[in-house]
């Protein structure tokens, strides 16, 4: 049947009401006071049916009826100048009213106004029960049928016609619209706050599937089906009347094939929602991507397909935050989870899980990615899906394509396809069908939104791990006289952003500093405060300061940043030649030291002192001798802490994970943390760090004192080429007496008085060490080929595999490593 007739023109007033369960008005609309009368607290409340009364049916003769576009949704069997004057009668709006219908509705009657029965208004309504959470209410859309029939009250055209075979609420369209463009641009007319674009995919839906859309927003939607038009209305009205009567007669009424057909359709429908629900309970169950993707998959297969192939963008998949612009035919997509009812391995060959591949143009696929709809092939013919199978090089989908009915949704959030889903079903099923469209678009939208939570947790996990490990330093396992080992573990909190740190530096003398500290607090504020107090003690120690007044340094530049800059800090100078600790306490749990000689390990008990940042007390700095193979145990309290335990427990427990005998360093730290970590539920983030103590020979040290005199750098080079020779390092001769040389010569030459120190470690490397009295540091600095001067410190970089430059409380020293190679015999 065709329809002629114009465009809207104008917005088309709707009264828009809301009918709980009792049939009484939860909702009443401006529009509403505008078409009945009364006002939105006289109705709220009060029975639908008392204020908007059926005064009858309409006129049979056709001299009001609605056009012809209000007639059936999509059917083609009702004639006659009137089909819905004589199919929707005032019964039916009574009974959508009253709360007894579960169907959507839609019909045209006569109502009784607030001014009284000789004013009554003829309007076009359409009721639309609301299934979800909370109790099952209605949602009924009222407007004035002269208004949309477009004739004034005298009959004449009004100002804002509306003409069409199919309506939904507010606009018609026509069966053989040739103008869709035009009512795709005159939507945004009537819905003031939709697009162009999602219009124009309004516009697409109905023409293609017959039915109208009610968009209640730009996101959510509530599809009426053809089969629920009025025709089959006018059927039903037929055998109730038939019914009633046969029941008054005594006659049994027996039920009739359309009956049982709308029995089935009402099982559908419902077994759709229970569908989408069971699906949205068994999905999202964890943040973790992975374990998502899986749960979506699983979710459809079998009841819903028989094969479900996942894809998503590769940022997506690595994390990597929100995919900038929409997807292309060099967008590639890594294949996530194949779920199928097929034997095993049949698919695994062919499209094996984790492949990353870009979709050709003209596939259904990549329609479905680039425009964000579903996109439905009932049925893949041989030629199709040949058609199909040539757009892939290197692949014959074929046998797992051809013959079977196929849906491609795609899995979107905030308006960005972040995947889709490939959903194909076997021959000896139905074929996919537009209501299944529906079911599909629905469940990816809401797999989309799991998904996308899924995303941007595991992108804030990945930032904030990022964040962590920039701010933890890179720890050389071996360090001049001493091994070390490091863990960190980050807290079980949302954000996994702590402010627990540790660190080695080097320091003069083959000395190594060690430090463990916890700012106070979680998240970016104290990962941030924790970045600036570690880069302090790091430019602190390469001064050389006491630890008692690093820490009390340390103290006033956290009063100076801010009051908010409370941390804990424990801060140790190892000695290896001496074979001593100096260490200072900030507030901070003590350290284990486990002896070698006997394996006993105990608490060091050192003066507590306040927390970085609350000044006012003083520190002390305590000395501790300690032995070849014994091992020091640093950590912040996340280890040995619980809610509801004294500490204590869990530093006993610490001292006694520490002594037990382990093959390497790393099995010393897992023992720890085997041992503390998983108790009563660890919420905070820990930081051990350990060190065996194997101190230095005095054999492998040398030291001598030189005048500050040009002609003991002569002198200086014949005691390293002797010292050397003894070690049996005369490979590295050549190299140890040039750096050496370079050094002497720059410390005689600035050093004003006092006399040069000399120090050769043997440690691994070979550490070479000159001390003055000048404080001024030396740089690097450019030479042009005329000069005399500034070439030395470039001669010492390109030796040595490191070296660098502290000062001390008499002056500076220089030093630099060299790479030890064995002697040839």
Known sequence: MAGTGRAPQGRVPLAVVVVDQAGRVSHWSTGARRLFGPDRQDAVGRPAADLLPVSGVLPEDGTEAAPAALGAYGTDDVTGPDPLGRSLMGHDLEESLGGRTSYPAAGRARLDTSAGPRDRIDVLWWAYPLVGPGPERLLVLAADARRLSGTGPDGSAGPEGVVGERIAPGFALHTDFPAADELARGLPEILPSMSVRESARIVAQVLELGYPVLEFSQHDRVPVTADWGVARRTERKARRAEAARAAAAGIPSPRSPLDDAEDLEYVAVRERLEFLNEVSGRIGSSLDLSRTIVEVSRAVVPRFTDVAGTYLREQVVAGEGFPDGPPDATTMWHRVAVEHTDEPGRWDDVVPVGESMPFPVHTPFFQCMTTGEPVLVPYISEEMGTAIAAQFEKRDIRPLINHRSMLVVPLKARNVVLGFMILLRHQERPLFNDMDRVTGAELAARAGLVLDNARMYTYQESVAETL?????????????????????????????????????????????????????????????????????????????????????????????????????????????????????????????????????????????????????????????????????????????????????????????????????????????IRSLAGRGGRKDDVALLMVRMSGIEPGDAAQWSLEPEPSEVSRARALVRRRLAEWGLSSIEYAAELVVSELVTNAVRHARRGRVQLRLVRSGTLLCEVEDTDHTLPTLRGAEPGDEFGRGLRVVARLAREWGASRTATGKTVWCELAVRPARG
């Open 468 to 672: 962590q490990n920039s701010m933890l330093p890179h720890i050389e396992p071996h360090m001049p006289g001493c091994d070390v080992a490091t863990r960190y573990l980050p807290g079980a909190l949302l954000g996994r952003v702590g402010g627990d740190w540790f660190d080695s530096i080097k320091l003069p003398g083959a000395r190594t500093a060690l430090v463990v500290g916890d700012v106070m607090g979680h998240g970016l504020n104290s990962a941030a405060m924790m970045g600036q107090l570690r880069t302090a003690v790091q430019t602190m120690a390469a001064l050389d300061l006491p630890p008692s007044q690093l820490l009390r340094n340390l103290c006033d530049l956290a009063q100076r940043l801010g009051e908010h800059y409370l941390a804990t800090c424990l801060y140790a100078v190892y000695d290896p030649i001496v074979g001593e600790l100096l260490l200072a306490n900030a507030g901070h749990i003590p350290p284990v030291i486990v002896r070698a000689a006997d394996g006993r390990s105990e608490l060091l008990d050192l003066p507590t002192g306040a927390p970085i940042g609350v000044g006012g007390v003083p520190f002390e700095t305590v000395c501790v001798p300690v032995a070849p193979g014994d091992r020091l145990v640093m950590c912040t309290d996340g280890l040995v802490e619980v809610r509801g335990e004294d500490i204590g427990v869990g530093l006993a427990t610490l001292c006694e994970s520490a002594a037990h005998p382990a093959a390497s360093m790393d099995d010393a730290c897992d023992t720890i």
